[in-house]
């Protein structure tokens, strides 16, 4: 079973920041792409951002981008998700994803459906509220 782990989820005051970490660590899983994506409370997940894993291209979504940043450690195998001024329709639970065979072009979609993901984690809260 591959594990992965998210964290640094938490309670946040609007406006703040946060860092999410995402650890794939089954090394026998060579990822094509690496996302995150959110739910809200009675909502299907959505798309947040995405990276391919081999350069590190990424995509947003239009809630993301300008605010939130994808990024990788490649040695540690681990995904970020950097989120700056958020806001409190923000809140959601965050997960990551990774998959081995995502086309790049098929990663770029401001819909993209969570079946485009095999792996997956368990979530991490995030909660902005004074």
């Known amino acids: 079973q591959v594990h992965m782990v998210e964290s640094g989820g938490g309670l946040v005051q609007p406006g703040g920041s946060l860092r999410l970490s995402c650890e794939l660590s089954?090394?026998?899983?060579?990822?094509?792409?690496m996302g995150w994506f959110r739910q809200f409370p009675g909502k299907e997940r959505e798309f947040v951002a995405a990276?391919?894993?081999?350069?590190?291209?990424?995509f947003y979504s239009r809630s993301a981008k300008g605010r939130f940043t994808i990024s990788r450690d490649e040695v540690k195998r681990t995904v970020y998700l950097q989120m700056n001024n958020l806001k409190p329709e923000d809140t959601a639970v965050y997960y990551c994803?990774?998959?081995?065979?995502?086309?790049?072009?098929?990663?770029?979609?401001?819909?993209?459906?969570?079946?485009?993901?095999?792996?997956w984690g368990p979530g991490t809260q995030v909660t902005v509220s004074r």
């Open positions: 990276m391919r894993w081999t350069d590190g291209n990424t």
């Open positions: 994803a990774a998959d081995e065979a995502l086309a790049y072009a098929t990663m770029c979609r401001l819909d993209a459906p969570i079946s485009d993901y095999e792996y």
């Open positions: 089954e090394r026998t899983v060579r990822p094509t792409a």
